[in-house]
T-cell receptor, first 114, second 116 residues
Framework: DTGVSQDPRHKITKRGQNVTFRCDPI?????LYWYRQTLGQGPEFLTY????????KSRLLSDRFSAERPKGSFSTLEIQRTEQGDSAMYLC????????????FGQGTRLTVV | GESVGLHLPTLSVQEGDNSIINCAYS??????FIWYKQESGKGPQFIID?????DKRQGQRVTVLLNKTVKHLSLQIAATQPGDSAVYFC???????????????FGKGTKLTVNP
């Protein structure tokens, strides 16, 4: 296992289309996080899972956003009816234990909505 | 080189100098802090972490200092190299008083440029 893997690395979509991103965490990690990062800013928390349970969601996660982790392994983040304001880097991270444990990030998926 | 003030968007140093990157955090109840390095087009990379029961922690060429009194965190990089050029973010775990949130809250970052 070489780390957190995200697919695709880049996605260009037209406004109004739906997009889905995938994250494969480090295999033994039970916690998985999604963050969003816009240019010049730090990552902003979106949601996190412990195993298959989604335990926390940010107010940033509007109704158009949905995340799943059906088997407690990989996760998907779907954005419906994309808007130009959704253009950002979507980062996935995973960690092994709870608070106070380092989270390892993937390379991110760069979304551009045109 | 040393950053001036609590938050400086950019810091430029000469190769071989020591770098100090500062960060002010917001939540006095946070008990875990991490420094991440992010190169262009890549995800954040873990550098070093520290818990609130510590004032200082050292790694390889890096040292993190925590001053809880003024809610200040710093990252010191010794003998800075061109490969250290990146954006550096501090992160804290926030909202632990609300049931133990797992999320990390990131600062805006400091862009470090190392001149050869």
């Amino acid at each position: 296992d070489t780390g957190v893997s995200q697919d695709p690395r880049h996605k260009i979509t037209k406004r109004g289309q739906n997009v889905t991103f995938r994250c494969d965490p480090i295999s033994e990690h039970n916690r998985l996080y999604w963050y969003r990062q816009t240019l010049g800013q730090g990552p902003e928390f979106l949601t996190y899972f412990q195993n298959e349970a989604q335990l926390e969601k940010s107010r940033l996660l509007s109704d158009r956003f949905s995340a799943e982790r059906p088997k407690g392994s990989f996760s998907t983040l779907e954005i419906q009816r994309t808007e130009q304001g959704d253009s950002a880097m979507y980062l996935c991270a995973s960690s092994l234990r709870g608070q106070g444990t380092e989270a390892f990030f993937g390379q991110g998926t760069r979304l551009t909505v045109v | 080189g040393e950053s001036v003030g609590l938050h400086l968007p950019t810091l430029s140093v000469q190769e071989g100098d020591n770098s100090i990157i500062n960060c002010a955090y917001s939540n006095s109840a946070s008990d875990y802090f991490i420094w991440y390095k992010q190169e262009s087009g890549k995800g954040p990379q873990f550098i070093i972490d520290i818990r609130s029961n510590m004032d200082k922690r050292q790694g390889q060429r890096v040292t993190v200092l925590l001053n809880k009194t003024v809610k200040h965190l710093s990252l010191q990089i010794a003998a800075t190299q061109p490969g250290d050029s990146a954006v550096y973010f501090c992160a804290e775990n926030g909202d632990i008083l609300q049931g133990g949130s797992e999320k990390l809250v990131f600062g805006k970052g400091t862009k470090l440029t190392v001149n050869p």
